[in-house]
């Protein structure tokens, strides 16, 4: 990847019908075929998917990677790229304006070196609106 090896972070809000997976289980030794490279499905639309969080600040799980596909820059690689992240799921309770809706969820990707700090990304979040809009 063109950031690898640089101190750089990436926070972006995903749509709630992505699905992540965690690294496969390790193969039964003297198992035929090819390896796994997906574990388990995660959907963030399926709580039934969803294993114990990481954290609980907010629920976060860590070490998930979207399954990428053969297009944009990684179509000359023979395989795609596992990108690893952390998933991040933040219950939006209160609104500024007042509005008779239902709680909304705000599901973020990050990845970066390290443990991610959740109280600062989902402010990160937050404050890009100041940002863009000025």
Same mark, same amino acid.
């Given at each position: ?8 972070? +990436? ?13 496969? =289980?390790? @193969? ?6 090819? %390896?796994? @490279?997906?574990? =388990? ?7 039934? %998917?969803? =294993? ?7 629920? +976060?799980?860590?070490?998930l990677h979207p ?11 023979d395989e795609p790229?596992?990108? @690893?992240?952390? +998933?991040?799921?933040?219950? +939006?309770?209160?609104?500024? @304006? ?12 990050? %990845?970066? !070196?390290?443990?991610?700090?959740? !109280? ?13 809009? =000025?």
């Open positions: 990847m063109e950031l690898a090896g640089t101190r750089t972070q +990436v926070l972006v809000r995903i749509s709630s019908k992505r699905v992540f997976h965690p690294d496969p =289980t390790p @193969r039964a030794a003297g198992a035929i075929g090819r %390896s796994r @490279r997906h574990g =388990t499905r995660f959907a963030l639309s399926d709580p039934e %998917s969803w =294993t114990k969080p990481d954290a609980e600040l907010m629920s +976060v799980w860590h070490g399954k990428l596909h053969g297009r944009g820059r990684g179509r000359e690689q790229p596992i990108v @690893r992240g952390s +998933v991040i799921r933040v219950e +939006v309770e209160h609104l500024p @304006r007042p509005i008779a809706r239902a709680k909304k969820t705000l599901w973020l990707w990050w %990845s970066g !070196d390290g443990v991610p700090d959740l !109280d600062l990304c989902w402010r990160a979040y937050l404050w890009r609106f100041d940002i863009e809009r =000025t």
